[in-house]
């Protein structure tokens, strides 16, 4: 029997078929809704096949299938590269180079078009600005404009910069490059003597095949092996690895935010279940609020003493806030320099990835799924406003509205956030609202919009002049942008209806009458941000946790329904009022009758 309290679940994936062999520092993609990519990576050990760089591996996650293709080109095979994608192309900078019996620091690029299963000519180092040797480093692809960049790389190409970065609109795609280690190498070349490590940031033009160097200001310090993610054109780094010359070990567990729409660094305070300080961890983004991490390493007092993880945390970019998730099922080993990637909204893939035994680094080959459970990608916010939603329970809220005679829970932290003018009329724990134009249907549908973060069609125009009323006082913004998209879309006669009501309402004291009219108008108005979340939803069944029983309209509730939709009941209730009304009959309940 599975414990209530696990957030998640790890399950290890067979294939069908043999798969590739051991590696790590390798990259998988997820590049279509059925099939996974893996290229790239090293197995330690003397009789390594570096053939399997210029080897791609397609996983078809419906019938759990291997298959191998080969790219044309001959790449230099290395250990540890920076991999990012800038489109169809992967770029894989730098990493350690095996060549007469010593790793040496390499800090060319090789490009992998995916369309056409190629690889380009390689990208050298010294192209524009110098890009010094490195491996295990950051390499994640932001976007950034022309007027940001052209005052901040550095002087040596600024009047190249100048020809070729001239449009300040323009944004463009580039590989953005942080960190990592160069291995020196004694006086003859025949041993590792020390390690340089670096905190610089480079950026790759894949276009026109050159570096530049920006001047950022204050960042981390020089370190490598960082996990790294993307959200919203920042570069977020936790963690990370430095050695200094006395080869003594430090591992952090600080965490950085790089904004590419201003090139600078910020230190970002966390809160929570920080992870202890390692090396090595994955990080995969799930929503535009949530990223997992997983794995990673330490190293004590000497080389012989270390720790590998297999550790879960679930990291929070609203609250800044870490959790360490309880996980059951057949889990990994504790691993570092190991692929992460996304599935579906609530499962990623984990492969490969090495470990230590004693003395011996042990590179793996096996796959697991790690399935989240749905509840964790809701605020806590959100959470409290589904129990409202499904049993009526106000014990979370800590302020009430009074309207109408009646009474809606809600949150200060809330409203602190969202509507502080609202809040600001609170006195003892309530909000009484005595505006007549304001009704309880309006205030649900303006809390609705608070928490949820979406705005319902209103076919019903009084209902719409009565919520711009409610926008405009309470200064919401976007809201008022929504609704005033309604009513653009109104056609004519409806719009006649919705003059007469801001009339009757004392909102308005002549008509205006736009054209043209649309005759047409649209049945959804929301925010990108949630028609997204609605889509994902909706696409993963799994996650649904109420059906709909519709039957032949006889109200007996003892026949077979004609048919069943499985559904989510906190969306339902917030695009709905006929089946919120129905999911409040059936508070305890899975499930309702619909003749």
Same mark, same amino acid.
């Given at each position: 029997?599975? !414990?209530?309290?696990?957030?998640?679940?790890?399950?290890?994936?067979? @294939?069908?078929?043999?798969?590739?062999?051991?590696?790590? $520092?390798?990259?998988?993609?997820?590049?279509?809704?059925?099939?996974?990519? %893996?290229?790239?990576?090293?197995?330690?050990?003397?009789?390594?096949?570096?053939?399997?760089?210029?080897?791609?591996?397609?996983?078809?996650?419906?019938?759990? *299938?291997? !298959?191998?293709?080969?790219?044309?080109?001959?790449?230099?095979?290395?250990?540890? @590269?920076?991999?990012?994608?800038?489109?169809?192309?992967?770029?894989?900078?730098?990493?350690?180079?095996?060549? $007469?019996?010593?790793? /040496?620091?390499?800090?060319?690029?090789?490009?992998?078009?995916?369309?056409?299963?190629?690889?380009?000519?390689?990208?050298?180092?010294?192209?524009?600005?110098?890009?010094?040797?490195?491996?295990?480093?950051?390499?994640?692809?932001?976007?950034?404009?022309?007027?940001?960049?052209?005052?901040?790389?550095?002087?040596?190409?600024?009047?190249?910069?100048?020809?070729?970065?001239?449009?300040?609109?323009?944004?463009?795609?580039?590989?953005?490059?942080?960190?990592?280690?160069?291995?020196?190498?004694?006086?003859?070349?025949?041993?590792?003597? $020390?390690?340089?490590?670096?905190?610089?940031?480079?950026?790759?033009?894949?276009? #026109?095949?050159?570096?530049?160097?920006?001047?950022?200001? @204050?960042?981390?310090?020089?370190?490598?092996?960082?996990?790294?993610?993307?959200?919203?054109?920042?570069?977020?780094?936790?963690?990370?690895?430095?050695?200094?010359?006395?080869?003594?070990?430090?591992?952090?567990?600080?965490?950085?935010?790089?904004?590419?729409?201003?090139?600078?660094?910020?230190?970002?305070?966390?809160?929570?279940?920080?992870?202890?300080?390692?090396?090595?961890?994955?990080?995969?983004?799930?929503?535009?609020?949530?990223?997992?991490?997983?794995?990673?390493?330490?190293?004590?007092?000497?080389?012989?003493?270390? /720790?590998?993880?297999?550790?879960?945390?679930?990291?929070?970019?609203?609250?800044?806030?870490?959790?360490?998730?309880?996980?059951?099922?057949?889990?990994?080993?504790?691993?570092?320099?190991?692929?992460?990637?996304?599935?579906?909204?609530?499962?990623?893939?984990?492969?490969?990835?090495?470990?230590?035994? *004693?003395?011996?680094?042990?590179?793996?080959?096996?796959?697991?799924?790690?399935?989240?459970?749905?509840?964790?990608?809701?605020?806590?916010?959100?959470?409290?406003?589904?129990?409202?939603?499904?049993?009526?329970?106000?014990?979370?809220?800590?302020?009430?509205?009074?309207?109408?005679?009646?009474?809606?829970?809600?949150?200060?932290?809330?409203?602190?956030?969202?509507?502080?003018?609202?809040?600001?009329?609170? *006195?003892?724990?309530?909000?009484?609202?005595?505006?007549?134009?304001?009704? %309880?249907?309006?205030?649900?549908?303006?809390?609705?919009?608070?928490?949820?973060?979406?705005?319902?069609?209103?076919?019903?125009?009084?209902?719409?002049?009565?919520?711009?009323?409610?926008?405009?006082?309470?200064?919401?913004?976007?809201?008022?942008?929504?609704?005033?998209?309604?009513?653009?879309?109104?056609?004519?006669?409806?719009? /006649?209806?919705?003059?007469?009501?801001?009339?009757?309402?004392?909102?308005?004291?002549?008509?205006?009458?736009?054209?043209?009219?649309?005759?047409?108008? #649209?049945?959804?108005?929301?925010?990108?941000?949630?028609?997204?979340?609605?889509?994902? %939803?909706?696409?993963?069944?799994?996650?649904?946790?109420?059906?709909?029983?519709?039957?032949?309209?006889?109200?007996?509730?003892?026949?077979? @329904?004609?048919?069943?939709?499985?559904?989510?009941?906190?969306?339902?209730?917030?695009?709905?009022?006929?089946?919120?009304?129905?999911?409040?009959?059936?508070?305890?309940?899975?499930?309702?009758?619909?003749?």
């Amino acid at each position: 029997m599975e !414990r209530d309290d696990l957030q998640g679940k790890w399950s290890l994936i067979t @294939p069908t078929n043999e798969g590739p062999r051991p590696r790590r $520092g390798h990259t998988v993609r997820k590049i279509d809704n059925s099939t996974i990519l %893996m290229f790239g990576g090293y197995q330690f050990g003397k009789d390594f096949d570096w053939s399997v760089q210029t080897k791609l591996f397609y996983l078809d996650l419906d019938t759990l *299938q291997w !298959r191998l293709e080969t790219a044309l080109g001959a790449p230099t095979p290395t250990d540890g @590269p920076g991999v990012s994608m800038v489109g169809d192309k992967v770029a894989s900078t730098g990493g350690s180079v095996f060549t $007469g019996g010593v790793f /040496e620091t390499a800090n060319t690029t090789e490009v992998l078009d995916l369309g056409k299963q190629i690889f380009l000519p390689s990208i050298e180092g010294n192209a524009g600005d110098v890009l010094d040797p490195r491996c295990w480093h950051l390499a994640a692809t932001i976007k950034v404009k022309h007027r940001i960049l052209r005052p901040v790389i550095s002087a040596r190409v600024h009047p190249v910069a100048q020809e070729l970065y001239t449009d300040p609109q323009r944004e463009q795609e580039f590989c953005m490059v942080f960190g990592g280690r160069c291995n020196v190498l004694n006086a003859d070349g025949t041993s590792v003597a $020390g390690f340089r490590y670096y905190n610089d940031v480079m950026l790759l033009d894949i276009e #026109r095949r050159r570096w530049l160097r920006v001047q950022t200001g @204050p960042g981390p310090t020089p370190r490598a092996a960082v996990a790294f993610w993307v959200v919203s054109n920042r570069v977020y780094v936790f963690g990370g690895r430095y050695r200094d010359q006395d080869e003594n070990n430090y591992f952090y567990n600080d965490m950085w935010c790089f904004d590419a729409n201003t090139l600078k660094w910020q230190p970002v305070a966390c809160f929570g279940d920080i992870p202890s300080q390692c090396a090595g961890a994955t990080a995969q983004v799930l929503t535009p609020t949530k990223v997992l991490l997983t794995g990673g390493f330490v190293i004590y007092e000497s080389e012989s003493e270390f /720790e590998y993880y297999n550790r879960v945390h679930l990291f929070d970019l609203e609250t800044n806030t870490w959790t360490e998730l309880k996980c059951g099922g057949e889990a990994p080993a504790p691993l570092t320099a190991h692929a992460l990637t996304l599935i579906d909204r609530e499962t990623v893939m984990v492969y490969g990835g090495d470990n230590r035994v *004693q003395t011996r680094l042990v590179t793996h080959n096996l796959g697991y799924f790690l399935s989240i459970k749905p509840d964790l990608f809701l605020s806590h916010l959100q959470r409290d406003y589904m129990r409202m939603i499904r049993t009526l329970d106000t014990a979370h809220n800590d302020l009430v509205i009074q309207i109408e005679a009646r009474e809606l829970p809600v949150h200060s932290e809330l409203l602190r956030k969202r509507s502080p003018q609202l809040l600001s009329t609170a *006195q003892g724990g309530v909000i009484r609202i005595d505006d007549k134009r304001l009704s %309880m249907r309006v205030m649900t549908l303006f809390l609705d919009y608070l928490y949820a973060n979406h705005v319902i069609v209103q076919r019903d125009v009084q209902v719409l002049a009565q919520l711009q009323h409610c926008a405009m006082k309470y200064q919401q913004v976007q809201l008022i942008a929504e609704l005033s998209q309604q009513v653009s879309d109104l056609t004519r006669a409806k719009y /006649e209806e919705y003059s007469r009501a801001l009339i009757e309402l004392g909102l308005s004291d002549h008509v205006l009458t736009p054209e043209p009219f649309n005759d047409t108008p #649209r049945d959804v108005v929301g925010n990108q941000e949630w028609q997204l979340n609605l889509e994902a %939803m909706w696409f993963y069944p799994a996650t649904t946790d109420f059906t709909l029983h519709v039957t032949d309209g006889s109200g007996d509730q003892m026949q077979s @329904p004609v048919e069943i939709f499985n559904v989510h009941r906190f969306v339902l209730a917030n695009r709905s009022e006929f089946f919120a009304a129905a999911i409040r009959m059936a508070l305890h309940e899975s499930y309702v009758y619909i003749h």
